[in-house]
Every structure is written in C-alpha cells, then in structure tokens.
C-alpha cells in the first residue's frame, strides 16, 4: 500500500471515530431541542480520553519495554474519563 492510500485511511477512521463518537454523544439531542451543543462537544472529548487511554493498555500488551508506563496511562486515562463521565452526569 503507498503511502498516499495510507494516509486517507488513517484519516477515513478518524473521521468515522468522531462521527460515531458525536452519535454516542447524543448529538441529535440539541438539534431537535434548539439547546447549545456544549454537552456534545464534551461528550466526544470524554469519549476520545477513553479512547487514548484503551489504546495505551493495548499498547501495553505488545510491548515489551515501557510496559509499566503504558498500563499506568492507560488506566489512568481511563479512570480520568470514567470520573469525567461521573461528574458530567451530576453523580459526584
């Protein structure tokens, strides 16, 4: 595969990620209700720190050196947006 093709398919999944993530988000919420879109905007933020961290335990699990550093940012990553998720609910 060049390097071209390479490219608009790294940047095909992201864009696909950030739609389904908005989706996820509610995004349909605020245009049939006439509210403000912050909600979504930080939903998608959320969900991507999720995400960041989720690729930082896979990361670990590859790699032999730096495995210790990757587990702790992944769960740490993680554990930020799971309270992020918490406190955007109204739970903490």
Known sequence: MNKIT?????GT???YLLFFFA???GLFHPLITGTSF???IFG???L???LAGAVLVYKATTS???RGIYLGGGFGLIAISFYYI???TGRV
């Open 6 to 10: 390479s490219k608009a398919l790294t």
């Open 13 to 15: 999944k992201y864009i």
């Open 23 to 25: 989706l996820l988000s």
């Open 38 to 40: 912050d909600p979504v």
């Open 44 to 46: 998608v933020i959320i």
């Open 48 to 50: 991507f720190v999720g």
């Open 64 to 66: 032999e050196n730096k």
């Open 86 to 88: 918490l406190k955007f």
